[in-house]
């Protein structure tokens, strides 16, 4: 008989062990929310269209310390990520794409700016917020979310042109200011873009190398620099030229250069491109 007891007794624990594991396993295994980010301005942008939503903007770095301190304090927190579930969520990394951060002027880090569904700026804050002063911000920003302002219009953010397309605006600026386009351009901190400068100058040298001469007596290094590398490239180095020598070397040199692109026939510049003359670099000015 007692067997038999201790036999039931321990279904009975068995069911009941089964039964509060049913209950509780779902609340355990229910993941914590958590702020989604769109990573991409313009996708975040196109998003909250879409949806119709209210956008929140978090600038950022890979080096600010404050900017982690909010994700661990503020964006980690249960609430405050329920609450944002009913933004559209866009995180921008300030060196990544510095054009958002220079149209929205965001030289402190973090900057946290709400839109509202109109595309307007109904909350915007410089600096790590700590979780109330968020609260409050978030507060507001929900609040106002569907409100259109009378102002604080978002600012046009340009959208991410390719190398071929920053070229092309930019010598179209240059003739309307009157200036050089392509030595610009053949120094871009972006290396797409001054690759994209040198081929269309390779592709047009006759025209191009009279502007790549006068470019060896700028006044910046990298003008100097790229002019030369360039003339390198396409086989004119009639006389020697050093981009760091002292000003009166330089314009000394630049001067033969000059004198040797006076001297070069222009038909046969336009139609041939550098004289057979010019890819010897023992040819005299």
Not at 99 to 128: E, K
């Amino acid at each position: 008989m007692f067997p038999a007891v201790a036999e039931r007794t321990r279904r009975l624990i068995s069911r009941v062990a089964f039964l509060c594991a049913i209950a509780v396993c779902p609340v355990f295994a229910q993941p914590e929310p958590s702020t989604l980010w769109f990573n991409s301005y313009d996708e975040g942008i196109a998003a909250a269209k879409s949806e119709g939503k209210p956008v929140l903007i978090d600038f950022v770095a890979e080096w600010c310390v404050w900017c982690k301190k909010m994700d661990e304090d503020v964006y980690s927190n249960r609430e405050i990520a329920q609450g944002l579930a009913e933004f559209v969520c866009v995180r921008v990394d300030v060196e990544k794409d510095p054009r958002v951060a220079l149209a929205y002027d965001a030289g402190t880090l973090p900057r946290t700016i709400f839109l509202n569904t109109h595309g307007q700026i109904m909350v915007d804050r410089s600096g790590y917020l700590p979780l109330e002063v968020f609260q409050d911000a978030l507060a507001d920003a929900r609040a106002g979310a569907r409100t259109k302002l009378n102002a604080n219009v978002a600012p046009v953010v340009k959208p991410i042109e390719t190398p071929a397309q920053v070229v092309e605006r930019a010598l179209q600026e240059a003739v309307v200011q009157g200036k050089d386009g392509l030595l610009e351009l053949l120094s871009h901190p972006d290396p797409a873009v001054r690759a994209e400068a040198e081929k269309r100058i390779a592709s047009d040298s006759a025209s191009a190398i009279p502007a790549l001469v006068r470019g060896l007596s700028d006044t910046y290094l990298g003008t100097r620099i790229a002019s030369l590398r360039m003339l390198a490239t396409l086989g004119v180095t009639p006389v020697p030229f050093d981009p760091w020598a002292s000003r009166e070397t330089r314009l000394a040199a630049a001067a033969e250069w000059e004198r040797w692109l006076a001297a070069q026939p222009a038909k046969a510049a336009e139609a041939e491109g550098p004289p057979a003359a010019s890819k010897n670099p023992s040819t005299s000015p």
